[in-house]
């Protein structure tokens, strides 16, 4: 069994940062990535970014640029490094790990808020 943790969020002016980490936990052998969901008001759960086993990295068009995803191996952790944010960003994020079947895992998720 996976389990995740999300931790980070909070509220931020528009312009500002945020570092977002997920503590994993558990047998990791069937994942295939690690990624970040936003979830916003009154809309559906979507893809921010994505990091494969391999490492390649994968980032919705509306945050290349300003958001990064990292890995630590040692520390079971992976990030999310959000710039420059933007109300529109404003959500719940989830972390989610998936394996090679499809099937997905995620964390409680944790509320960012980006006000102007």
Same mark, same amino acid.
């Given at each position: 069994?996976?389990s ?31 990624? @970040?969901?936003?979830? !916003? ?9 994505e ?45 989610? !790990? ?7 895992? @995620? ?10």
């Amino acid at each position: 069994h996976v389990s995740l943790g999300e931790s980070g969020g909070g509220s931020v002016q528009v312009g500002g940062s945020l570092r977002l980490s997920c503590v994993y936990s558990g047998s990791m052998s069937r994942i295939d990535t690690l990624g @970040w969901y936003l979830q !916003a008001p009154g809309k559906q759960r979507e893809l921010v970014a994505e990091i494969t086993t391999g490492g390649r990295r994968n980032y919705a068009d509306s945050v290349k640029g300003r958001f990064t995803i990292s890995r630590d191996h040692g520390e079971r952790t992976v990030f999310l490094q959000m710039n420059s944010l933007k109300p529109e960003d404003t959500g719940v994020y989830y972390c989610n !790990a998936r394996q090679w079947d499809g099937v997905k895992h @995620w964390g409680q998720g944790t509320q960012v808020t980006v006000s102007s």
